[in-house]
């Protein structure tokens, strides 16, 4: 498993905008499908998005689509993701994920092998 720490969140108005970063502890960063998942109070871990191992498949959950970029740097070993047009609803606890690169279509929770510890994202309107 490669360890994973987030960073970014915050307290933000609503149509505002922030970025987080996931910075894994493995130079094998390439090695891995990465992905960024959410919780809220009372509600189970969700999809957000995913990016292949080579940044070059991405793919998101409809709620989100066109408001957040999921992007990669294997050389910095860090999986971002650009937040724009935050709404109220957006708020949760934020969690980057690894599995396998072989993995390349990977959605579900269950299907991730490592975690961050999260990172809080807050919106108020």
């Known amino acids: 498993q490669v360890q994973l720490v987030e960073s970014g969140g915050g307290l933000v108005q609503a149509g505002g905008s922030l970025r987080l970063s996931c910075a894994a502890s493995e130079h094998t960063f390439s090695a891995y499908t990465m992905g960024w998942f959410r919780q809220a109070p009372g509600k189970e871990r969700e999809f957000v998005a995913r990016?292949?191992?080579?940044?070059?498949?991405?793919k998101y959950t409809d709620s989100v689509k066109g408001r957040f970029t999921i992007s990669r740097d294997n050389a910095k070993d860090t999986v971002y993701l650009q937040m724009n047009s935050l709404k109220p609803e957006d708020t949760a606890v934020y969690y980057c994920?690894?599995?396998?690169?072989?993995?390349?279509?990977?959605?579900?929770?269950?299907?991730?092998?490592?975690w961050g510890q999260g990172t809080q994202v807050t919106v108020f309107s």
């Open positions: 990016i292949a191992w080579s940044g070059g498949s991405t």
């Open positions: 994920a690894a599995t396998s690169r072989y993995r390349a279509l990977a959605q579900r929770a269950a299907d991730f092998d490592s």
